[in-house]
């Protein structure tokens, strides 16, 4: 990205098809609000506001769908863009370049499930090559269940995260990819962060522990082979026209409830384990303060 940046003529082509592949995550066209999303994810302030309708309208010549990468073009060029592309870039890489140096801090495993979802978060709008080889390594099985479990809670809490403007729903889609390559373990970690004492174990908030647990499983039933593995591996089953979802959702507030009047809700060393350098990482990568 570097390299490219600094140069020109024959790199020139490789910058106009990388940022335009960050402004268009579904390959449908550039449209009026993912250049809105990204004029606010990368601080491009001459894209905000009615600058990207106007945009739109001048180059969207064929009036068909969105913008092309022919058509995007002539928008990066624009005499009221001035180093569009460079400044696009240069955020993209340093946020990345955040994940090296923040994940030499990091000491816990839950830390560390946060940098994958945060670089899953970053390379989603631009290479899915990328995300294939992260999943598929994540539901492997050379990698702890608890690992793959806290991953899953990442997502949810990237998914209500303010902080966060990437235009795709990363969460389906890493649940997507992971169900293809091992259905089983996707469930089974299901089932692991539905148990009130793994999440007080990790020192998470156990009275999320539902709305990450209903999250996680409303992704899953988002496919037909999401909903198949439910109704084979999932210890959890709907009744009375529930969905999945409901059902976990009314299982674990149970469980919440029983395992708080037992055990309380964990210590405060446990519950506040974030430490800083983990909370710096979210922020920087999802466009929040650092």
């Known amino acids: ?44 302030t001459s894209l905000q506001g009615q600058k990207a309708v106007m945009l739109m309208k001048k180059y969207n010549t064929d009036n068909k769908g969105g913008i092309d990468i022919h058509e995007y073009e002539g928008l990066v060029t624009d005499p009221s863009l001035p180093g569009l592309m460079t400044t696009i870039l240069r955020t993209y890489s340093n946020r990345l370049a955040s994940v090296g ?40 099985g ?22 966060n403007m990437s235009p795709i729903d990363v969460g389906s889609l890493i649940i997507n990819y ?37 999250q996680v499983v409303s992704w899953i039933e988002m496919s037909d082979w999401g909903k198949a593995a439910l109704l084979k591996l999932a210890k959890v089953k709907p009744s009375n026209g529930q969905t999945f979802a409901e059902a976990y959702d009314e299982e674990v507030k149970a469980r919440e409830v029983k395992y708080s009047t037992a055990n309380g809700l964990g210590s405060p060393e446990a519950n506040g384990y974030h430490t800083q350098a983990a909370q710096t990482l979210r922020n920087v990568l999802l466009g929040g303060p650092a």
């Not at 140069?7 to 592949?21: A, L, R």
């Not at 449908?28 to 990204?38: N, P, T, Y």
């Not at 702890?144 to 209500?160: G, M, R």
């Not at 089974?188 to 209903?214: M, R, W, Y």
């Open 1 to 44: 990205v570097m390299q490219q940046m600094a140069s020109t003529g024959g790199m020139y082509k490789e910058m106009v098809f990388d940022t335009y592949h960050i402004f268009d995550p579904y390959d449908d066209g550039i449209d009026v609000k993912e250049l809105q999303q990204a004029a606010n994810q990368y601080g491009i």
């Open 101 to 140: 140096s923040e994940l030499k801090v990091v000491k816990l495993r839950a830390e560390v499930a946060t940098a994958v979802v945060d670089y899953l978060t970053l390379v989603a709008s631009k290479n899915l090559t990328k995300v294939g080889w992260v999943t598929s390594r994540l539901v492997s």
């Open 142 to 163: 050379e990698l702890p269940l608890e690992f793959t479990a806290d991953v899953f809670y990442e997502l949810y809490k990237a998914n209500t995260d303010s902080n």
């Open 178 to 214: 992971t169900l293809h390559e091992n259905p089983t373990q996707v469930i089974a970690a299901v089932d692991l962060i539905a148990d009130p004492a793994f999440f007080a174990g990790e020192g998470f908030d156990i009275t999320i522990a539902d709305e990450t647990v209903s």
